[in-house]
């Protein structure tokens, strides 16, 4: 294991807003320490600042059921995908907000549902070299027979089918491709994983 770095071994010699609109770009200039000893020469970076996000993987512990959300996604459409994607219920942080606060908002508003406990299952970076976002992962506890229908925001866009099924029915998705976003993906394997610690905290 590497020495650990500190924030005197980073210098930012400027930043600026190269663009702001739906969301915004910050331009740095940096410079760093490296691993030899020495400093980098100065390093040019854009940034892609769109806020902090909540990600929540709504499970059913009796059932043993996921509700997956499905909804158009321009970014995958711009990359070549299949541009609607299965997904968990997420949103993003506003100000003011706690992470577990927009969880609960986020299950009511894009899954019409409430949760009946939530644990915090950890933080990641989505993409460090190019993004300061960050999620924060959330499990919710629902009832799958209160599941369906239509939902999400109409003046954000929003067209959110809302939908039910075995948690191994999930894992096979995440298997064969046809859930393909890391928040969904790392969700559903931490599901598996941990599913027989949520039962014994809700006494099943």
């Known amino acids: ?13 400027a930043k600026d807003t190269a663009f702001k609109g739906y969301f915004q770009m910050d331009r740095y200039r940096v410079r760093h320490r490296t691993f030899a000893g020495g400093w980098t020469a100065e390093i040019t970076r854009e ?18 059921e996921v509700a997956m959300i499905e909804q158009f996604r321009t970014g ?9 994607l299965v997904e968990c219920v997420a949103g993003i942080i506003d100000p003011g907000e706690s992470p577990k606060q927009v969880a609960r908002r986020e299950t009511v508003e894009e899954a019409g549902t409430e949760a009946t406990d ?18 924060i992962l959330f499990c919710a506890r629902i009832d799958a027979t209160q599941i369906g229908g239509l939902h999400g925001l109409e003046h ?9 099924m075995p ?7 995440v298997k064969d491709g046809r859930i393909n976003n890391s928040m969904a993906v790392i969700s559903i394997q931490w599901l598996l994983l ?6 014994a905290r809700w006494g099943l």
């Open 167 to 173: 948690l191994s029915e999930a894992y096979s998705m």
């Open 47 to 64: 940034i892609f600042e769109r806020g902090h996000a909540v990600v929540v993987a709504l499970y059913d512990p009796v059932r043993d």
């Open 156 to 164: 954000e866009g929003e067209d959110i089918r809302v939908f039910t």
């Open 76 to 84: 995958a459409l711009a990359a070549g995908h299949y541009p609607w």
């Open 1 to 13: 294991m590497s020495k650990r770095f500190t924030s005197d071994d980073v210098q930012v010699i």
């Open 118 to 135: 939530i644990v915090e299952i950890g933080t990641y970076i989505v993409t460090p070299g190019g993004s300061s976002e960050t999620v």
């Open 194 to 199: 941990e599913k027989a610690a949520l039962k």
